[in-house]
């Protein structure tokens, strides 16, 4: 909460620095954020990056002043009147939107904003800060607003924490996974031909998201799942029955077919929902553990596109449990299990989880919400795992636990989520037969493992800098001849490779050697083999590893054996 308060202390600096340096500016909201603060405004002068130390300049100025903050409970009224005079229109229209018959506005020095806080006691508090970057972003996050001008910047109790943060933040951007997607040729955009928000993989990207669905796929047939498919487009009814329509309807893409209407799914769950309902069950029958690699379009604003990690096109590794009430704490804990064992596979160890309680807008009973709920908490508390709250976060239908993983650098990622769902069974009228022959209704757990296969993909070029373990490499190795007259043994070393399974490529350019290898070290392929003349004459390659650097001659054999090896393995370091 501190450091919170410092954060929103600091942009509430920002936003007066920058008054000051341009006076005709609009402010529009500057609130603290998990890795610092924000503040966005309305200028005709653009802000750019080489602007950003004249305004550290004019903030350091207002913390050396060690002016108070103040704050004070108005009537809307007389707020109303103060900000016209300031002719800040962005705060008359929060003004209009906060419910009761007063407002808080924070000040300190000559500068005033309209805030409930919490602030630190003084300007002269701030020890530590920086500012980061400039974006643009839209007001209120909607495309047909103005677009604001935003500052993003970090604050922190001190010097060596701040330090500490600009490294990992160097760090990242070296890591971006924008960057290496392009660099290593796996992925690309093309707003103008394709649309905004959906991907185009290339050779190699294909392969590392084929690497990562067999895996996925495997894991799940072991886990009792059944796999399924599911169209892309359902008619509208469907949507309106499930809640999508009411609830959702904003993210969607609808379209008529005949004057029928139709929608793209943004979920699976109404396609498992109606293979559950083709045919009569029995409690026998259940659990039933429904599995889809399903595509999904969602209609995202471009404002908060990025990447791979935000996109309106994705696959999502989707199932969905149906079971009786005695068997629901038992599944939970089963997709926590599977999901910690997905993930330490690929190298995530660290996780944050939460639980997302019933929102404002919902359906279903309050009971059943109650239930729901408990469940979720009661398999976390047996666990002895750890989690945090937030309320009314939850899913139209249903509560949520959601674990994020933690990447090399420490940050968060949203991956599994697991959502309790009472209400959908009761809307689809779904049943089975009881011990006792009475129909009863069944309990639906949704759950991703991976989550969006997309974002998936972003978060581990980012963990592993694009250097991946040899099992996820898209080139495993290059064979690298040092002439012409060495080609046709660098493809037979291909072939060996191959017939085992692993992913070769030669290099048989008509460049120098050097160049070669310094191409394909470029594009983070694990091992090199270089072949000459002497590697020809005793059936031996000369290897260079990422990881191991120089390997120097061995058989073509040896070589074989250590790939093998390397490619079978998988750690398991823990579970939640």
């Known amino acids: 909460m501190k450091l919170e308060a410092l954060r929103h202390s600091c942009s509430h600096i920002m936003a007066d620095a920058v008054k000051q340096l341009y006076p005709k500016v609009k402010l529009g909201i500057g609130p603290a954020i998990t890795d610092g603060f924000y503040y966005d405004f309305d200028m005709e002068e653009p802000i750019r990056p080489e602007d950003l130390p004249k305004i550290e300049d004019a903030m350091k100025k207002i913390i050396k002043e060690n002016r108070e903050f103040i704050c004070r409970e108005m009537p809307k009224k007389e707020a109303v009147s103060l900000f016209k005079k300031l002719g800040e229109n962005y705060k008359l229209e929060l003004i209009e939107g906060i419910a009761g018959a007063k407002v808080s506005v924070y000040r300190h020095g000559n500068f005033v904003d309209l805030c409930k806080g919490p602030h630190v006691k003084s300007t002269g508090e701030i020890k530590a800060f920086s500012l980061l970057s400039v974006a643009g972003a839209y007001w209120h996050g909607i495309e047909t607003n103005p677009m604001l001008q935003r500052i993003y910047g970090t604050a922190f109790e001190n010097k060596e924490d701040l ?213 979720l908490q009661n398999v976390l508390e047996l666990k002895k795992i750890p989690y945090e709250t937030n309320e009314g976060e939850g899913a139209f239908y249903g509560p949520k636990i959601d ?83 060495e080609n046709g043994y660098a493809e037979k070393i291909k072939l060996i490779l191959e017939e085992k399974g692993l992913r070769a490529t030669v290099d048989a350019r008509n460049e120098k050697m050097q160049k070669k290898i310094r191409e394909r070290e470029i594009e983070k392929i694990p091992y090199l083999a270089i072949v000459g003349e002497k590697e020809v004459k005793e059936n031996t390659v000369s290897i260079r590893s990422k990881a191991g650097g120089n390997l120097g001659g061995m058989g073509v054999k040896e070589f074989l054996n250590i790939l093998t090896e390397e490619n079978g393995r998988r750690t398991i370091r823990k579970s939640l």
């Open 163 to 375: 330090q500490k943060f600009l490294k990992m933040i160097e760090e990242a951007k070296k890591r971006d996974h924008r960057v290496l997607g392009k660099k290593l040729g796996l992925f690309s955009f093309d707003s103008e031909m394709m649309g905004a928000g959906l991907v185009l993989y290339h050779p190699k990207g294909a392969v590392l998201r084929t690497v990562i669905e067999d895996y996925i796929k495997k894991e799940h047939t072991k886990h009792g799942y059944q796999p399924v498919i599911s169209p892309h487009i359902l008619k509208s009814n469907i949507w309106v029955q499930s809640g999508h329509y009411e609830h959702y309807r904003e993210n969607m893409y609808i379209f008529k077919i005949e004057r029928q209407e139709f929608a793209v799914k943004p979920m699976n769950c109404p396609g498992h929902i109606l293979v559950y309902k083709s045919a009569k069950r029995s409690y026998r029958d259940l659990p039933l553990r429904l599995f889809e690699l399903g595509n999904v379009y969602r209609h995202e604003k471009s404002g908060v596109l990025h990447g791979l990690l935000r996109v309106r096109g994705f696959t999502q590794d989707d199932a969905h449990i149906f079971c009786l009430r005695e068997q629901l704490e038992e599944e939970i804990a089963s997709v926590i299990d599977f999901t910690a064992e997905v993930l330490n596979v690929f190298g995530f160890s660290e996780y944050v989880v939460e639980i997302s309680t019933r929102p404002k807008k919902s359906i279903g009973t309050d009971g059943e919400w109650k239930e729901a709920t408990a469940a």
């Open 403 to 485: 674990i994020k993983l933690k990447d090399a650098l420490g940050r968060q990622w949203q991956c599994a989520t697991i959502q309790c769902d009472f209400a959908l069974p009761e809307r689809f009228g779904l049943k089975y037969t009881g011990k006792d022959g009475m129909e009863k209704k069944p309990i639906m757990l949704h759950r991703v493992i991976l989550g969006s296969i997309e974002r998936f993909i972003g978060a581990l070029i980012e963990h592993y800098g694009g250097n991946f373990p040899l099992w996820l490499a898209p080139v495993q190795a290059c064979v690298i001849p040092i002439t012409a007259k």
